[in-house]
Structures are given as C-alpha cells and as structure tokens.
Nanobody, 124 residues
Framework: QVQLVESGGGLVQVDGSLRLSCVASGRTDNTYILGWFRQAPGKERQFVGS????????YYADSVKGRFTVYRDNAQNTVSLQMDSLKSEDTAFYYC?????????????????WGQGTQVTVSS
C-alpha cells in the first residue's frame, strides 16, 4: 500500500497562489495515477486534477482548468498542485490520491490511497 502525505495548505487571499505538495512512500509504483480531490464543508468530494505515470495525460476539473496545474516527479515520488488565481469557492480540504492506471479519474472510490488532507482557505 502506498502512503501519501500532503503539505502546503494555508490561508491565501483571493487571486493569490498556493502550491500543494504530496510525497508518496511505502509501496510506491510509478505506474500509479496521482491526483487531487477536494471537499468543502457540506459538499461531496470533487475531482480536481490527475496525472498519469509519464506525465503525458493530465486532466482537470472544468472549475480549475487554466488556473491549477498538476506536476509529477517520479524520481522524488511527488505530485504537486500549483493553484493560481484562487477564488473563494476553492476553499476546501485538499486530498492527494493514488490509483491504478485504469482508475476512473473523477470517481473517488476508484483510488486506492488517500492522504490525510490539507486545508486551503481563500479569503476575500
């Protein structure tokens, strides 16, 4: 089983930027899909973005496309989420996830490992 640990959350103003990082350890496998979900209070978990093993297939939720960027570094077993032009509606708990290559990207139950999450708060 792979363990995931996120870092980099915090408080930022609207239109600001924040970068989240996630380190994978344990049974790491570079064939994993790595990605990010988020969950705001009272709402369901929402897909944010994902990247396949070689970084050539990257997907984003429509709500973050053009503002967020997913980066993957297999040598460091890390995946990062660069968040720019943040909006108040981006406020949520952000989770790093890992899944097999055939995982349904937008389906939370498709992923085999979740990090503990990190809070991102965007204030106006």
């Amino acid at each position: 089983q792979v363990q995931l640990v996120e870092s980099g959350g915090g408080l930022v103003q609207v239109d600001g930027s924040l970068r989240l990082s996630c380190v994978a350890s344990g049974r790491t496998d570079n064939t994993y899909i790595l990605g990010w979900f988020r969950q705001a209070p009272g709402k369901e978990r929402q897909f944010v973005g994902s990247v396949n093993w070689n970084g050539r297939s990257i997907y984003y939720a429509d709500s973050v496309k053009g503002r967020f960027t997913v980066y993957r570094d297999n040598a460091q077993n890390t995946v990062s989420l660069q968040m720019d032009s943040l909006k108040s509606e981006d406020t949520a708990f952000y989770y790093c996830v890992a899944g097999w290559p055939d995982a349904l990207r937008k389906v939370p139950e498709s992923y085999i490992s979740w990090g503990q999450g990190t809070q991102v708060t965007v204030s106006s």
